[in-house]
């Protein structure tokens, strides 16, 4: 018997998830025949949820706060920007049985600067405020368009020194406190910490965002983070947050579960319009 692919997002919380919308839209465009749900998995149900999903017509699953680490450690195989993330957030059954691992929210950040926005990562001074999961999971993705140079900022120095030691075989990182930004300027800051869920800010200093610089906050919420109007103050070039991300990190699970590239202007433009 056939049974329709089944797909979901697993979280806690999860209710005010984008993902099934965003998947909807994608199945409706691309004409695929799949259904997308939503499950409130804490971490302590995720093994047996996972197992009992791929068991019954389940083909892929992204895995949002607090699972990423745990998913992770499910998969039976990982890509590189997964492993190196050290967080899974797409989960795809492979024809043989084993579940592939994978980290789309670099890449999603990457095509949403690039191809939406226009902010080019090459030869860029780029800086990353926060040392946490959020930002070890997009250090790959924008190194590999090489850039002139990363610097990581956060509160707690050792982490940003950690993390930049994880990822040292690739590339130097600049590792240090917010203290220590001041007299240098950059090209794009990237604000990967959590303190936009708190309406709350990192100390940044002025004149840390070069002439022309554009900033982006990885969260998203429906009016300015306080991240995003720290950088309209500066006179950004572009102040932008983590809804084009959120949308092309969904395309890219998309693809990788049903080898084919939704558009997502649309998808975008609809969920921008919503919030307005
Ligand atoms: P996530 O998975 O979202 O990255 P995390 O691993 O808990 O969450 O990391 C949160 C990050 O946001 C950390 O870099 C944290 O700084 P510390 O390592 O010093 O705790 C940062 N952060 C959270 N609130 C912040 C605030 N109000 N100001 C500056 N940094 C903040």
């Known amino acids: 018997m056939s049974q329709i692919d089944r797909y979901a997002v697993f979280g806690s919380p999860i209710k ?5 919308r965003i998947h909807k839209l994608f199945a409706e465009q691309t004409q695929q025949v799949m259904e997308y749900g939503t499950e409130l998995v804490a971490a302590e149900q995720f093994a047996t949820a996972v197992k009992e999903f791929f068991a019954n017509g389940g083909r ?11 998913a992770w450690a499910y998969a039976d ?13 797409t989960l795809a059954l492979q024809d043989d049985g084993r579940i592939l691992g994978d980290n789309t929210d670099g890449i999603g950040l990457v095509i949403d ?8 990562l090459r030869q860029k001074q780029v800086l ?3 040392a946490g999961g959020a930002s070890r999971g997009i250090i790959l993705p924008i190194m590999e368009q090489a850039p002139q140079s990363i610097t990581i900022a956060n509160r707690t120095v050792a982490k940003a020194l950690t993390l930049a ?34 309406d709350e800010l990192p100390p940044l200093s002025p004149g840390l965002l070069a002439e022309r610089g554009s900033c982006y906050d990885l969260a998203y919420a429906n009016k300015a983070t ?13 102040s932008l947050d983590g809804l084009g ?7 890219e699970a998309f693809y990788l579960w049903r080898g084919i590239r939704p558009a997502t202007a649309p998808v975008i433009e609809m969920l921008e319009a919503e919030r307005s």
């Open 16 to 20: 005010h998830s984008k993902s099934p």
């Open 60 to 70: 892929g699953l992204n895995c949002t706060v607090p699972l990423k680490e745990l």
């Open 77 to 89: 195989l990982r890509t590189e920007r997964a492993e190196l993330a050290k967080a899974v957030n």
């Open 113 to 120: 600067l690039q191809n939406n926005h226009g902010i080019v």
């Open 128 to 130: 990353i405020l926060g």
């Open 165 to 198: 030691g994880d990822f040292s075989h690739k590339l130097k990182i600049n590792a240090c406190g917010y203290g220590d930004l001041k007299g240098h300027s950059f090209d794009l800051i990237l604000n990967a910490t959590s303190a936009s869920l708190s």
């Open 226 to 238: 306080a991240f995003v109007s720290w950088a309209r103050e500066q006179q950004a070039s572009k």
């Open 245 to 251: 991300m959120l949308v092309e990190q969904a395309a």
